[in-house]
């Protein structure tokens, strides 16, 4: 289970109601792989550092800066594909229907892009009056990469011991990469294909149009510390 409200991209009610061993599934916080490194560098200029500095005005402004760094890079989440709230069992349900698997690949574009990351040929709307066949939470969104950098330095105020002004410039996602967003989870989304059965996954199924973390972010700070 995810939990009982809607989280992600997953599913508050079942598919079929007589059958909830038919949901279980991973959830939508499932990370199967995540790296996290931080570190903090602290550059070898200034006073009593290998770039010796002796000058008491230069060492304030030059000296003692220290370099942070953040990575964070992780699987994608599970996402729940559907035929956009469609009664197609005709169940009276909550819209939970989901598509079927017609045997066609293995669900993802072979070179998967932002205009297409799920394969349409894999999902199909079921029959009507039946449920389809695929589970919840079977496909996963692009993973998430992001780096961050600053640089700071702290400022010991001379009229009280332990009064200290920091000063941060740090950059968010610093190398602008983008992370991907979710697709297009309803396979019934955008214009059918031209030739394509009523029962097809449309164009708007599987493109991606929005990123998971904002584009590069610069930020400056001051803290008084005391």
Request: proline share 6%; hydrophobic share 35%; with cysteine.
């Amino acid at each position: 289970t995810s939990g009982i409200r809607n989280q992600g991209l997953d599913t508050l009610f079942p598919q079929d109601n007589r059958c909830l061993r038919c949901e279980r599934a991973v959830s939508s916080f499932d990370t199967p792989h995540r790296f996290v490194f931080g570190a903090v560098y602290e550059l070898p200029v200034g006073r009593g550092r290998a770039f010796d500095i002796n000058n008491s005005v230069a060492d304030t402004l030059i000296g003692g800066w220290q370099l942070s760094g953040g990575v964070a890079i992780q699987s994608g989440n599970p996402q729940n594909l559907t035929i956009g709230g469609v009664d197609n069992a005709s169940t009276g349900n909550q819209g939970t229907d989901r598509p079927m698997y017609t045997g066609v690949g293995n669900g993802y574009a072979e070179n998967r892009t932002t205009s297409r990351w799920y394969d349409p040929a894999s999902f199909a709307v079921a029959p009507a009056g039946t449920f389809g066949n695929l589970g919840r939470n079977t496909m996963r969104t692009p993973h998430l990469q992001s780096i961050d950098l600053a640089l700071h330095k702290q400022f010991r105020l001379p009229y009280q011991e332990g009064h200290v002004v920091q000063f941060r410039l740090e950059a968010f996602n610093a190398f602008n990469h983008p992370s991907w967003g979710a697709p297009s989870g309803n396979i019934l989304a955008g214009a059918a294909f031209a030739g394509a059965p009523s029962n097809a996954a449309r164009q708007g199924f599987g493109v991606i149009s929005s990123t998971a973390i904002p584009m590069r972010q610069l930020q400056l700070g001051l803290k008084y510390l005391f």
